[in-house]
């Protein structure tokens, strides 16, 4: 059986799936190694869903015979690529919805992998000899407060059943066609 990106997602959904039933043993209370291994496994776990992701847009593109597969790298890719060939496709504005619209799942497992790639800001360092007669004034519209995703082994788990669910409902839809 040749490798084809409807192979390579299930593959990594379930990649996936057995780094979560790893994190589910429950561990009485971790120690710091295996607190970072903890971290690690999660992280991991969201890195397949990415790839997972990554490879069913791809997936869905090559049903609409779309030609360049490798410059499929987001939902908004292919949803761009689909409006230059002047296809529609309902899966694809389900995905961009999901992805733009704040909280949910597809959403939050984006965020989260793009914040893996973000580094760290470097602090700015305040002047030594400011002005004593003046005020410090702080930008409030500046300041980026992102509330942290905790990531849990139960949060993994529902993003990888609703995955599940979506690539399973989408592929019997495309399958009618």
Request: no cysteine; net charge negative.
């Amino acid at each position: 059986m040749p490798i084809n990106h409807l192979s390579l997602v299930n593959q990594k959904l379930a990649y996936a799936g057995s780094i979560i039933g790893i994190l589910n043993i429950p561990l009485s209370e971790p120690n710091a190694t295996q607190r970072l291994q903890q971290q690690a496994l999660g992280d991991a776990a969201v890195f397949h869903l990415a790839m997972a992701l990554h490879f069913y847009l791809r997936e869905h593109a090559e049903q609409h015979r779309i030609k360049n597969l490798s410059g499929i790298d987001s939902v908004q890719d292919l949803f761009f690529a689909l409006q230059q060939e002047d296809k529609s496709s309902s899966e694809s504005s389900e995905l961009l919805e999901l992805v733009q619209t704040t909280d949910t799942w597809l959403n939050q497992l984006t965020r989260y992998y793009d914040l893996l790639f973000l580094s760290p800001e470097k602090p700015k360092a305040k002047k030594a000899f400011g002005q004593e007669n003046r005020i410090e004034l702080i930008e409030l519209t500046e300041i980026d407060i992102q509330p942290t995703l905790q990531l849990t082994p139960a949060l993994l788990a529902s993003w990888l059943d609703s995955f599940r669910a979506l690539v399973i409902r989408q592929r019997e839809t495309s399958a009618e066609y």
